[in-house]
């Protein structure tokens, strides 16, 4: 992992899903509220098409500067954040609509109030809804992938992970602090963490590597729109294929057995 690898990732121009969903899909119609306490407008939902086909989206917003980074709450979402992601999907499969997810936080926030207002269950049954949701789902990971707050858009059928982007645990600023009391050794924990692309693909978190342009996402998004936008197509259209059931089969199959191919093929692990 090159030492630039990181602030690739968190360039503050880097490209967020609310770029990426209006770039995309020119006919999107945001959907807001969990129905039970308010909005959480660190989560962009609605419903658009996508080549004639309609969807459902659903994407965690970053902020790009100071006013966003307070409107989002640092990408940090709340639990009425994710019993919308939760109302929208439920609503998706009901209408027979795709659902795609646009990954990109540090984590669920976790502040008193969010545990207050029942952020562990919300985030458990975005998880528990998504293995079983009767309709194809494709995520993305744009940036930063962090613990349950990303995996609870994470558990599709297919997971596409931008060449820059992470997913992982813990943000590896957290780690260096927790295991040396130092968080410029970041870089090392992000190693120790397996949590780039290529040591995802390899441990079978993630489907496919969405390569960047030279430089990073942010030196060209448009291009890098139209590669997530193809990647998106493609996957979309296979799913559909699937009859359901069969779709909900190998979802579940797929997280049963994430990272044990790469344990056995280093001799960490003998059999299933």
């Known amino acids: 992992m090159e030492a630039g690898f990181l602030k690739i990732a968190h360039h503050r121009e880097r490209p967020n899903a609310k770029y990426y969903i209006y770039k995309i899909f020119q006919d999107f119609i945001e959907l807001n509220g969990d129905r039970l306490y308010g909005d959480d407008p660190s989560i962009l939902a609605g419903i658009a098409t996508l080549n004639g086909v309609p969807v459902t989206i659903i994407g965690q917003l970053k902020g790009r500067n100071l006013q966003e980074n307070l409107k989002y709450n640092f990408s940090m979402s709340r639990p009425e954040g994710y019993r919308k992601i939760l109302r929208l999907m439920k609503q998706a499969e009901k209408f027979k609509r795709p659902v795609i997810c646009f990954v990109d936080t540090y984590g669920a926030y976790p502040g008193k109030e969010a545990e207050e207002h029942g952020q562990g269950s919300a985030i458990a049954h975005c998880l528990m809804q998504n293995m079983y949701l009767k309709t194809p789902i494709v995520s993305v990971l744009l940036g930063d992938g962090g ?3 990303a995996l609870a858009l994470c558990t599709a059928d297919k997971v596409g992970i931008l060449e820059y982007a992470t997913l992982s645990v813990v943000s590896p600023k957290a780690c260096a602090n927790i ?20 040591s995802l693909l390899e441990l079978g978190a993630v489907d496919k590597i969405l390569l960047e342009p030279e430089g990073g996402a942010h030196l060209a998004p448009e291009k890098m729109a139209d ?44 059999s299933f």
């Open 227 to 270: 590669i997530i936008y193809r990647f998106l197509t493609d996957e979309i259209k296979c799913c559909m294929r699937i009859p359901i059931k069969k779709l909900i089969k190998q979802r579940i199959q797929k997280f049963s057995i994430i990272g044990q191919r790469f344990l056995i093929e280093n001799n960490k692990l003998k």
């Open 147 to 149: 613990s349950g707050g």
């Open 179 to 198: 295991l040396w009391k130092d968080s410029s050794r970041e870089l090392e924990a992000a190693i120790l963490l397996k949590m780039e692309a290529k």
